[in-house]
């Protein structure tokens, strides 16, 4: 079994946390664009992960994130074991549509391709369809200045088919 760069898609609400490019820190006020979490919408396992729409259509089904610790801390590794099922082959051309939040400012909104996330874990696109296994670990930065996070990362295909689509609330205190 392949390890799945897109379950690092996946769990990069989390690591995209850990990556705050400090030269954009004052990207912008953002109004608009508000996610709601449900309840129904968690990721299972030990993580503050929500889908952003019920994941019954996506080409990607997680099983099971777990993080530790759980939250993530600054200053602190962070162990992201991640499992599921890619329903579909993924070809190049995939998609990730990232947004990172903290408070009401824009830290980050960007897309990404895919393909290159999945070269961090030694893969190349396309990524056959099949269970999936992640393991990953981050070093977060102690550097994390305190306070809420929020970020969405919206994975799709090719064609513009949700893969997945994964937000997060986090916060770093001192």
């Known amino acids: 079994m ?6 690092l898609a996946a769990a990069s609400p989390l690591l995209v946390s ?22 129904d919408n968690k990721v299972p396992g030990a993580n503050p992960l929500y889908f952003c729409d019920a994941p019954d259509h996506n080409i990607l089904t997680i099983d099971d994130v777990d993080l530790a610790p759980n939250p993530p801390e600054a200053g602190k590794k ?4 991640a499992k599921g099922t890619l ?11 990232l947004q990172v939040k903290y408070g009401l400012i ?5 897309t990404a391709d895919l393909c290159e996330y999945v070269k961090e874990v030694d893969l190349e ?3 056959d369809k099949g269970d999936l296994k992640l ?5 977060l930065p102690k550097e994390i200045p305190p306070g809420k996070y929020s970020v969405i990362a919206d994975v ?7 893969i997945t689509c994964l937000q997060a609330t986090i916060v770093f205190s001192r």
């Open 2 to 7: 392949k390890v799945s760069a897109l379950l």
């Open 18 to 39: 850990a990556a705050i490019d400090r030269s954009n820190f004052l990207g912008g006020l953002m109004g608009q664009n508000q996610v709601t979490l449900q309840a």
């Open 78 to 81: 962070l162990a992201i074991t």
């Open 87 to 97: 329903h579909e082959k993924v070809e190049e051309g995939a998609k990730v549509n």
């Open 106 to 110: 824009t830290l980050i909104r960007q």
């Open 125 to 127: 696109c396309p990524l």
């Open 135 to 139: 393991y990953k670990e981050v070093d």
């Open 156 to 162: 799709v295909s090719k064609d513009d088919d949700a």
